[in-house]
């Protein structure tokens, strides 16, 4: 009896995304693996990032045996965190969507003020690119789409398509409807 190699399904994954401004302040930071586990270490670990990348001109570095895909965009840093064995390309990829699914629902304008006065849409991007450090989703428009989502003719969109605002839309909606029964 031959044995045959287990094939196993390989996700594309990142350990963190970090967006800081232009001075290494965090404006948003979602970490997936457990490297920094106290806001003390992720701050540290950001101030290193930042002070390695602000005077670079190229688009990916190696920091504390990681991979990091970075844009810097106006007065603004994003960065994909990922483990020295993930594809720099397909982070890179990712990067890339996010940034122009966000340039897509900011008008453009991906920088400090239009991040912070659309934090909603930015996280919802995020959510929608990854999920728990799984890259979800590589189309910017599919990435900008979901996240403007409009509901369906009769108002009723699955819970399983909604995006977070919509679902939270549709329950204060039936709350409203139920007193005024």
Do not use: C, W
Request: charged share 25%; hydrophobic share 40%; aromatic share 8%.
């Amino acid at each position: 009896m031959t044995k045959h190699p287990a094939h196993t399904l390989q996700l594309y994954t990142t350990k963190s995304v970090i967006v800081l401004d232009s001075e290494g302040k965090r404006l948003l930071a979602k970490y997936y693996s457990p490297d920094y586990p106290t806001l003390k270490e992720q701050r540290v670990f950001e101030k290193a990032l930042f002070d390695k990348t602000k005077k670079l001109n190229s688009e990916i570095v190696l920091l504390d045996n990681q991979v990091i895909v970075y844009k810097n965009s106006h007065d603004v840093f994003i960065y994909f965190v990922g483990t020295m064995d993930e594809n720099e390309l397909i982070l890179s990829s990712a990067l890339q969507s996010f940034y122009e699914a966000l340039s897509m629902l900011l008008a453009g304008q991906v920088e400090k003020r239009a991040i912070l006065e659309n934090a909603d849409l930015v996280f919802l991007a995020l959510d929608e690119t990854i999920d728990d450090g799984i890259i979800l989703e590589s189309d910017s428009t599919q990435i900008a789409a979901r996240v403007t989502k409009k509901d369906s003719n009769d108002g009723s969109v699955p819970l399983t398509e909604q995006t977070i605002a919509q679902a939270l839309r549709q329950a204060q909606e039936q709350f409203a409807k139920s007193l005024l029964k």
